[in-house]
Structure formats: structure tokens, C-alpha cells
């Protein structure tokens, strides 16, 4: 079991920035990949960016230029700080846990809340 807990979300106007953070406990392997996905009023949850343990990465087009990835791997936490946020980012944020960009386990944080208001 892994258990995961998102922070950091809020409210925010267009143009601001928010960083979130999810920190992995439990039976964490590696190599791993930790994730960011996203589901905006009314749509399906998409995959935002995930990161490897080893550093590879993987970002949607909408976020490219304006959202980053990272980790620390020895306190098993990922981070993504989020740039000139628009209010199409609006939505709940999850974390999710797996073993690489292609392999991904049914892990899932909480979410949390990111509204972004014009």
C-alpha cells in the first residue's frame, strides 16, 4: 500500500502561481514515477506532468513553459509549481503513484482544490 497526500492548493488570480505538494508513504519501490493529473469542472481527469525517480519527465501541451515537475526523492515528495496560471487550470489536483511514465499504479491522493479566477 502507498498512501499519498496532496497540499497546497487555493484560490488564486489569473497570472498568479501555486505550488503543490504530494508526499508518498508506505511501501514506496524504486525505480517509481510520481504524477499530477488533474480533473476540471465537467472533464475527465487528464494526466498535468509526472516525473521518474531517475528525472525523466512528462508534461501535457497546455502546461509546457509554465508548470515544472520535481522531487525529492529522499522524503519521497513531488512538487509542482504552477506559473502564469489561467483559469482553464481551475480543477482538482491528484497525485498518483507508479513504477514509470508508462506504468501506473491505482494509487491516488485526496486532491486538492486549484481555482483560478479572471
Known amino acids: 500500500q502507498v498512501q499519498l497526500v496532496e497540499s497546497g492548493g487555493g484560490l488564486v488570480q489569473a497570472g498568479g502561481s501555486l505550488r503543490l505538494s504530494c508526499a508518498a508513504s508506505g511501501n514506496i519501490n524504486s525505480p517509481n514515477a510520481m504524477a499530477w493529473y488533474r480533473r476540471a469542472p465537467g472533464k475527465q481527469r487528464e494526466l498535468v506532468a509526472a516525473l521518474t525517480s531517475g528525472g525523466n519527465t512528462e508534461y501535457t501541451d497546455s502546461v509546457k513553459g509554465r508548470f515544472t515537475i520535481s522531487r525529492q526523492n529522499a522524503k519521497n515528495t513531488v512538487y509542482l509549481q504552477m506559473n502564469s496560471l489561467a483559469p482553464e487550470d481551475t480543477g482538482v489536483y491528484y497525485c498518483?503513484?507508479?513504477?514509470?511514465?508508462?506504468?501506473?499504479?491505482?494509487?491516488w491522493g485526496q486532491g486538492t482544490q486549484v481555482t483560478v479566477s479572471s
Open positions: 498518483r503513484y507508479g513504477r514509470s511514465l508508462t506504468i501506473w499504479f491505482n494509487y
